[in-house]
């Protein structure tokens, strides 16, 4: 199974500042054939299930505000929030979908102070 | 707009069976693998298991936790997905989400249903 770390595992930034997230991969998730990389993040509110940020490491979802980006490739992933505002104060999860089973970072809980 | 509606949790002694229903709508639910997370309270998301489309048999993967208890299967003509649960442990307890979050072709939906939870306790 690829194991997916992340870092760190909670941080706290105040209004407009930025935040970023990482997420490792155990082996590459990046798919030679296509030059993507199967991975996605997720942002997690208290009482809501996982809610789709970023997918194939870089593309934001619809309806995503911009500020929420993707970067990386291969094992190596990072999350920014450009200026959190307080409606950011979630968890956040990475996913790799390159390979049976699919695994989850252990999440990252962002405060904002 | 796309939907997945988790039904069937509940409180359930050790040892118990419960059957979870996912209905699907919004997508061409056939061609797409479907996933059961769960996550139970205060912690992070868990993998359970998987079922393929029937392009590929509607083979299933399981995690090892589960492997042997819990049965994964499909209704494409109802667009329904479940989970049995069988001889339940109190570590069993969790909000259980269905999911896409396989890639078809170049798809990816990524979508989640609300949950439901399961409670085993005596």
């Known amino acids: 199974d690829i194991v997916m770390t992340q870092s760190p595992d909670s941080l706290a930034k105040s209004l407009g500042e930025r935040a970023t997230i990482s997420c490792k991969s155990s082996?590459?998730?990046?798919?030679?054939?296509?030059?993507?990389?199967?991975l996605a993040w997720y942002q997690q509110k208290s009482g809501q299930p996982p809610k789709l940020l970023i997918y194939?490491?870089?593309t934001r979802e619809s309806g995503v505000p911009d500020r929420f980006s993707g970067s990386g490739s291969g094992t190596d992933f990072t999350l920014t929030i450009s200026s959190l505002q307080a409606e950011d104060a979630a968890v956040y999860y990475c996913?790799?979908?390159?390979?049976?089973?699919?695994?989850f970072g252990q999440g990252t809980k962002v405060e904002i102070k | 707009e796309v939907q997945l509606v988790e039904s069937g949790g509940g409180l359930v002694q050790p040892g118990g069976s419960l059957r979870l229903s996912c209905a699907a709508s919004?997508?061409?639910?056939?061609?797409?693998?479907m996933d059961w997370v769960r996550q139970a309270p205060g912690k992070g998301l868990e993998w359970v298991g998987r079922?393929?489309?029937?392009?590929?048999?509607?083979?299933?993967e399981y995690a090892a936790s589960v492997k042997g208890r819990f049965t994964i299967s499909r209704d494409d003509s109802n667009e329904l997905l479940f989970l049995q649960m069988n001889s339940l442990k109190t570590e069993d307890t969790a909000l259980y989400y269905c999911?896409?979050?396989?890639?078809?072709?170049?798809?990816?939906?990524?979508?989640w249903g609300q949950g439901t939870l399961v409670t085993v306790s005596s």
């Open positions: 999911a896409s979050i396989a890639v078809v072709g170049t798809e990816f939906l990524g979508y």
């Open positions: 919004g997508f061409t639910f056939s061609d797409h693998y």
């Open positions: 079922i393929r489309d029937k392009a590929n048999s509607y083979t299933t």
């Open positions: 082996q590459s998730v990046l798919y030679s054939s296509n030059s993507k990389n199967y």
């Open positions: 194939w490491a870089s």
């Open positions: 996913q790799q979908y390159y390979s049976t089973p699919p695994t």
